[in-house]
Structures are given as structure tokens and as C-alpha cells.
């Protein structure tokens, strides 16, 4: 019983002893590796470069810039034909139910001084028209564009705009059509041709 015991214990103190060894062995050795590994470093003067680097500034697109650019694009004749062409058909077009807006929605393209005549036509208008629920409306229609006088020095220019208008009353298939031209005058405000005066022609 004492030698089959002490044989045990000797093959178990053994195997305690050979764990141990491995341990140390296997371990010591991965931790030594671990720690000897080289610690990325950024050099000072790297650190120093990214630090004061600067972002490039953006310019970016303001309507300020827009406008400068229009004001710098040359208009042609052909421009103020096709502006003329389109302010004539808008113009030209209203019914008793449209509040006008065939004005007020063109002011953008008027003069300080056909602003001023739009403001206060409008309000002539509204104080003496009867509203009616039958409709009656005009829509015109652009042919033909003739240049009358075209000075870039003197910013004036004058375009006669032949069109066709159709008028309505109670329907829009009750419609009779007139030809009839309406002279457009330009000028040059602030570096931009704006609409002067549409007179309609009898």
C-alpha cells in the first residue's frame, strides 16, 4: 500500500511540476512578445503640422453672386425679344377672376417707374370694378417681334410685338379674335434692362 501510494503521489506531483513548467514556459514567453511590441509614435513634427493645418475655405453661391453675374452677361437683342415676346402674352392675359395678377406677377421685370404705374392702375381698377360671376377673360398670344430701337450707350430700347388675342364672355369657347400689337420700351436701371411702358395699339 506504501510503495502503490507513494508511486501515485510521485506521478502526480510530477505532472503538477510539468503543468508548471508549460505554464511558465508558454506564458512568460507570450507576455514577453506582447510587451515588446513597438508603440506606433508620431513625431513631433508631424503632430505639430496637423495641428496648425487649416481647413480651405469654400466660397459659396449667394444671390448677391447671381446678380452679380446677370448684371455681367452681355443682353443681346435677341434677349429683349424673347423678354418682350413673353411680357407681351402675360400681360395680355387676364379674366375678372384673376385679381390683376397678370400685372402684379410681371412686376419683377417693370421699371421703378412702370411699378409705380402698376400699383396704382391696380387700385383704380379694384375701386370701380363690379365683381361678376360670369366670366369674361382675354388670352394673347405672341406672332411676331420687331425691333424698333435697340442703344446699349443710352440703355433704350423700343419692340413692337405683333399678337393674337381671343376674347371670352360666360364661356371659354364663346371666343372672338382681334389682332392688335402693343410697343414695349426698355431701359437700362442699375445695369439691368427693366420694362418702361406696354402700350397696346388701336
Do not use: C
Not at 41 to 47: C, G, M, R, S, Y
Not at 120 to 144: H, P, R, V, W
Not at 175 to 186: E, G, L, R, V, W
Request: no cysteine; aromatic share 10%; charged share 25%.
Amino acid at each position: 500500500m506504501n510503495r502503490r501510494f507513494t508511486g501515485i503521489l510521485i506521478i502526480v506531483l510530477g505532472l503538477i511540476i510539468l503543468i508548471s513548467v508549460i505554464y511558465i514556459i508558454f506564458f512568460h514567453k507570450f507576455n514577453k512578445k506582447e510587451s515588446n511590441l513597438p508603440t506606433p509614435q508620431i513625431p513631433a513634427k508631424e503632430v505639430e503640422n496637423i495641428e496648425t493645418q487649416q481647413v480651405p475655405s469654400v466660397k459659396y453661391v449667394t444671390s448677391d453672386n447671381i446678380k452679380n453675374q446677370d448684371q455681367n452677361k452681355e443682353t443681346t437683342i435677341e434677349d429683349l425679344k424673347r423678354m418682350a415676346s413673353a411680357f407681351a402674352e402675360r400681360f395680355g392675359s387676364y379674366s375678372n377672376h384673376s385679381d390683376y395678377s397678370n400685372i402684379s406677377d410681371l412686376k419683377i421685370f417693370m421699371s421703378n417707374k412702370m411699378q409705380v404705374w402698376a400699383d396704382d392702375f391696380i387700385k383704380k381698377q379694384k375701386i370701380n370694378q363690379e365683381y361678376s360671376e360670369i366670366y369674361s377673360g382675354i388670352t394673347t398670344q405672341a406672332i411676331l417681334e420687331e425691333v424698333k430701337q435697340f442703344d446699349v450707350k443710352s440703355g433704350n430700347a423700343e419692340i413692337l410685338v405683333k399678337t393674337q388675342r381671343r376674347e371670352s364672355k360666360g364661356s371659354i369657347n364663346n371666343a372672338s379674335a382681334i389682332q392688335q400689337d402693343i410697343i414695349i420700351k426698355f431701359i437700362k436701371e442699375n445695369g439691368l434692362w427693366k420694362i418702361n411702358s406696354a402700350e397696346w395699339q388701336n
